[in-house]
C-alpha cells in the first residue's frame, strides 16, 4: 500500500485513528501512536474530545499470517514465517542468509559457524512469532514493542541499517563474486569469517556510546 | 522499486546462463543478485537522505 499523500511512496504505518497509509514523511508520532496529519489537527483542536466516536475504520485489516503459533511453527522453516506475515522481502533474506550460512559451512568444519545456524533457525519461528503477534495488535490499534524491535535498535536507527545492510550485501556478494570467478580462493577467505562479528561488536559498542554520550 | 529489479537481474542471470553455458553459468554469478540488492539499499537510503534535506531546506 503507498502512502495517502505521495502515491509513489510505500507506506510504513497507519493513522490509528483515521487508517490512512502513511509514509515516512507523513508520520506524526505522538506517544508511540501514529497519527495523520488532518487526525492530529482535530485531537488539537478537540474535536476527539467532545464527540470520540469509534474511528471509522473500525473494519478489521483481515489479513493472513496474525495466528502468532502457526507463525512460530511455519517459522522453523527458513522464509515460510516470514511468508506467513507477509514479508516477503524478509523471506527471501532469510532464505539467502540461511543458504550462505549453510554453504560457508559446507567449506569445512567451522563449529562457531554450526552454532550460527542453529541460532539462526531459532531466531526465525521466534521473529515470525512477535511479527504476527504485533500485526494482531496493530489491527486493533495497539503498537506492540517486541524483543525483537529492541534486538534491531541495537544496531541503530531504521535509516542506518538500511544503509549499512546495503553496504554488507554489497561487500559479501563481491567475496562471492570473485571466490566464484577464481579471483581468490573462497575456501581462505571464508576462515576469516569471524572477524566480521568483531566488527559487527566493535560497531554496536560504538552505537552504545553514541547513545550514552 | 527492488522487485522489479530483482526480476530482471535474475532474468538477465538465467537468460545469459542459457545462451553462454560455458562462459556466464548461474552457479557462477548468483552473487551479483546480492550486489544489486545492496545497491538498491543504499540508492534508497541515499534518495532519501536529499529529499529529507530538500524538506529540511524548503
Known amino acids: 500500500m503507498n502512502c ?3 502515491a509513489d511512496v510505500p507506506n510504513v504505518a497507519f493513522c490509528i485513528r483515521c487508517g490512512r497509509a502513511l509514509c515516512n514523511a507523513c508520520i506524526h508520532n505522538v506517544r508511540g501512536s501514529v497519527y495523520c ?3 492530529l489537527g482535530d485531537a488539537v483542536e478537540g474535536k476527539t474530545a467532545a464527540a470520540a466516536p469509534p474511528p471509522p475504520s473500525t473494519k478489521k485489516e483481515v489479513v493472513a499470517g496474525t495466528n ?3 507463525a512460530f ?4 522453516i527458513p522464509g515460510v514465517g516470514a511468508i506467513y506475515n507477509g514479508e516477503f522481502v524478509k523471506a527471501a533474506f532469510h532464505v539467502v542468509i540461511f543458504a550462505t550460512l549453510v554453504s560457508l559451512a559446507d567449506s569445512g568444519p567451522q563449529p562457531l559457524l554450526g552454532l550460527s545456524i542453529a541460532a539462526f533457525v531459532f531466531y526465525m519461528p521466534f521473529e515470525a512469532y512477535y511479527t504476527a503477534k504485533k500485526r494482531q495488535y496493530r489491527a486493533d490499534g495497539i503498537e506492540l514493542e517486541t524483543p525483537i524491535d529492541r534486538l534491531q535498535q541495537q544496531f541503530g536507527e531504521v535509516k542506518d541499517r538500511e544503509l549499512w ?3 554488507a550485501l554489497i561487500v559479501i556478494g563481491g567475496l562471492f563474486l570473485l571466490g566464484n570467478l577464481n579471483v581468490f580462493e573462497m575456501a581462505r577467505i ?6 566480521a562479528l568483531v566488527v559487527l561488536g566493535v560497531w554496536m559498542l560504538k552505537k552504545h556510546q553514541e547513545k550514552a554520550g | 522499486m527492488l522487485g522489479p529489479v ?3 537481474v535474475i532474468g538477465i542471470l538465467f537468460l545469459l ?3 553462454y553455458p560455458g562462459v556466464f553459468r548461474f552457479g557462477r554469478m548468483w552473487p551479483v543478485i546480492l550486489i544489486v540488492i545492496g545497491l538498491a539499499k543504499v540508492i534508497e537510503y541515499i534518495q532519501g537522505q536529499s529529499a529529507a534535506n530538500k524538506k529540511e531546506g524548503e
Open chain 1, 190 to 195: 571464508a576462515r576469516f569469517w569471524p572477524a
Open chain 2, 17 to 19: 546462463n542459457n545462451i
Open chain 1, 37 to 39: 496529519e488532518a487526525c
Open chain 2, 6 to 8: 530483482l526480476l530482471i
Open chain 1, 165 to 167: 545492510g546495503g553496504i
Open chain 1, 68 to 70: 502468532p503459533g502457526l
Open chain 1, 4 to 6: 495517502v499523500n505521495h
Open chain 1, 73 to 76: 511453527v511455519l517459522g522453523l
